[in-house]
């Protein structure tokens, strides 16, 4: 089933800088397996024992985070090639940190823990490698939930739209760009209420400050929008 996904795998940037025919070999060393899940199925739950990372092979899932009151937020939407339980590896409280549900049918790649965090047995360049790429992807996520933290700082619906508007804007370097998600989850991932949010981006887009359609976001005045979120 694997050689299914040979693609999807080579994105994966845990295997960043190992060549097609490397992977093959380390992925008979790590010991993977592959589950299937349904639509709304859990994949993980939070505070259950943690004994692999997850990589999406197909489909989508949502990570989220529950509070006390039983209030959910979606932290993530993980998409084919993206990891999850990654934040945990090397932690001491071997937990998952945060559910994982499954957004459409879905085929996750589970990797043992000890398998990534213990000694190779060939002591290989490959698994030095996957170390790094490792280390580097816990990095770049504690700097996303710091991100995460920004937009739950922000006070007004407003300025957490045009903020997440404006940073997509950056990153694609377009003024038309598709959304990475719908509605229902941008709400979820902004921490606000559907039926408001879409309100606020009908009244951005009569202001003449955007336009959009569906998922597609057009910004028709950047000065204006940087100004709003900022």
Known sequence: MIDKYREVLCRVSLFNGISHCDLAVMLDCLKPKTCKYRKEEMIACADDPFESIGIILEGEAAVIKENAAGSRAMMTLLRPSDIFGEMAVFSGRPV???????????????????????????????????????LKIISEKALMLNKKVEYLSIKSMRGKLCTFIMEQYKRRGSLTFMLPMN????????????????????????????????????????????????
């Not at 823990?113 to 790429?133: D, L, P, W, Y």
């Not at 408001?196 to 597609?216: A, K, N, T, V």
């Open 96 to 134: 998952w940190p945060a559910s994982v549900v499954a957004k459409q049918t879905c085929a996750v790649l589970f990797i043992p823990r000890q398998n990534i965090v213990g000694e190779c047995s060939q002591t290989c360049a490959r698994h030095r490698t996957m170390i790094f790429n490792m």
């Open 183 to 230: 509605r229902n989850e941008l709400a979820d991932f902004l921490n606000v209420s559907r039926p408001s949010m879409s309100r606020e981006l009908c009244r951005l887009r009569d202001e003449g400050i955007i336009d959009f359609h569906l998922s597609s976001v057009r910004v028709l005045n950047v000065e204006l929008l940087k100004s709003m979120a900022e």
